[in-house]
């Protein structure tokens, strides 16, 4: 089983890459940020320390995070979200971790695919076989954005600005797909490099 990270910038298309990949090859896909809502959970690894650090006030009734709230509280607050990060990153590594351990004891997975949008901040280049960069121009992606999730110009900038550079990502990851084209050309390169493990 080969496992591979997939990062990119935000807007660049790692969503319709891993639909696409899920769809047609025998693997199995983690997405960190589905991974971040589980060790929120009631009686999982991040719950107690977040309203403890955080305050009763971002609990529902049924004792769930409100996201809104916790948001709304660390929004602004650069130390505040250094500390959250700080709790709720490493338990989904620690989560990641036990689930590649699990897929390795499956028969007959061919791939397990990661996806963070911090892979290579976080140290992931250590866990898995090799990091893919999902790439697309910064023009692309900013009408993607606009698109799909309404949001502002000076909005789109804020987030690109605490990205890493393109730069930075190419020289990290083996593997560039190209997602800034027709989705037909980057099943294409999808393709062409997973058969080359099969």
Request: charged share 30%; hydrophobic share 35%; net charge negative.
């Amino acid at each position: 089983m080969k496992i591979i990270g997939i990062t990119g910038g935000i807007g660049s298309g790692k969503t319709q890459v891993l639909a696409y990949i899920g769809k047609k090859y025998n693997c199995r896909i983690l997405l960190a940020d589905e991974v971040a809502h589980k060790v929120k959970e009631p009686g999982q690894e991040c719950h107690q320390a977040l309203a403890k650090l955080l305050g009763p006030e971002i609990l529902m009734p049924d004792g769930q995070i409100d996201r809104a709230a916790m948001a709304e509280k660390i929004f602004s607050d650069e130390t505040l979200l250094r500390e959250v990060n700080g709790l709720i990153h490493p338990a989904v590594k620690k989560y990641i971790l036990s689930a590649i351990e699990r897929a390795r004891g499956e028969e007959g997975l061919d791939f397990l695919f990661i996806e963070a949008a911090l892979l290579i901040e976080d140290g992931y280049g250590e866990i898995v076989d090799e990091l893919w960069y999902i790439y697309a121009p910064e023009p692309v992606r900013r009408e993607r954005l606009k698109q799909s999730r309404s949001y502002s110009e000076e909005k789109i900038t804020g987030i690109f600005g605490r990205q890493l550079s393109e730069a930075e990502y190419r020289k990290h990851c083996r593997t560039v797909i190209d997602n800034g084209g027709g989705l037909a050309d980057t099943y294409r390169q999808i393709d062409r490099k997973l058969e080359e493990y099969l």
